[in-house]
């Protein structure tokens, strides 16, 4: 069965830095891989998906992701981190035909002053 | 609504009680998903309808757990004899297809807690 795994449960940069949140993936079969965010007190939140086009992947509030299939990867970045971008990352992965999305543990980003 | 709606945001109950909790999806998805996050861990899948009929629901931990989508819409996530390791937030989502590259769309969950 397909799986993430999300290295770091806990990431804190200061604000302005670059945000790098990891994420690798397995799968049998070509994956869809998403990232979604959740804010506190809040529902999770779309921020990209790859879907088996372009390798990089553009979302909200300027984060994107690239998908590296010779890596298993599909980081998430952002140039410049804002205060409002501190909230829980999640990474996950599913395949065609199959609706069972599997996510990964989560990575807590803090955005320091 | 204007997104997914769970019911009741929080449910305290005791052990060996029988909860069920609300989802309402966005309308018109015929897609609903139900999952499961313990503390300090990602959304774990339960079950998956497709209009009124669960298409999977492997995710199921046990007999216990059961879900029903009678009209394709409203859905209950049905619990039997609560045991304190239920405790977790249970979260709804709705997709408008239900293919897997759908962006599923979240409620923001109710907190079950059993003491």
């Known amino acids: 069965a397909q799986s993430v795994t999300q290295l770091g449960s806990h990431v804190s940069v200061s604000e302005g830095a670059l945000v790098l949140l990891r994420c690798n993936y397995s799968s049998s079969v070509p994956p869809y891989l998403f990232w979604y965010v959740q804010y506190p007190n809040q529902g999770l939140q779309l921020l990209l998906k790859?879907?088996?086009?372009?390798?990089l992947v553009k979302g909200i509030n300027g984060f994107e992701a690239e998908f590296k299939k010779s890596e298993t990867s599909f980081h998430l970045t952002k140039p410049s981190a804002h205060m409002s971008d501190a909230a829980e990352y999640f990474c996950?992965?599913?395949?065609?035909?199959?609706?069972?999305?599997?996510f990964g543990a989560g990575t807590r980003l803090t955005v320091k002053p | 609504g204007a997104g997914v709606s769970q019911t009741p945001s929080n449910k305290v109950t005791e052990k060996g009680k029988y909860v069920e909790l609300r989802c309402d999806p966005i309308?018109?998805?015929?897609?609903l998903y139900w999952y499961r996050q313990s503390l300090g861990q990602g959304p774990e899948f339960l079950i998956y309808?497709?209009?009124?009929?669960?298409?999977?629901d492997s995710g199921l931990p046990n007999d216990r757990f059961f879900a029903v989508r009678p009209e394709g819409s409203v859905s209950t996530l049905k619990i039997q004899r609560t045991e304190r390791g239920d405790s977790a937030v249970y979260l709804c989502?709705?997709?408008?297809?239900?293919?897997?590259?759908?962006?599923?769309?979240f409620g923001q969950g109710t907190r079950l807690t059993v003491v």
């Open positions: 989502a709705s997709s408008s297809t239900g293919t897997t590259n759908t962006e599923a769309f």
């Open positions: 996950a992965v599913s395949e065609w035909g199959n609706n069972d999305m599997r």
């Open positions: 309808f497709q209009g009124t009929g669960a298409a999977d």
């Open positions: 309308s018109g998805h015929t897609a």
């Open positions: 790859y879907t088996s086009a372009a390798t």
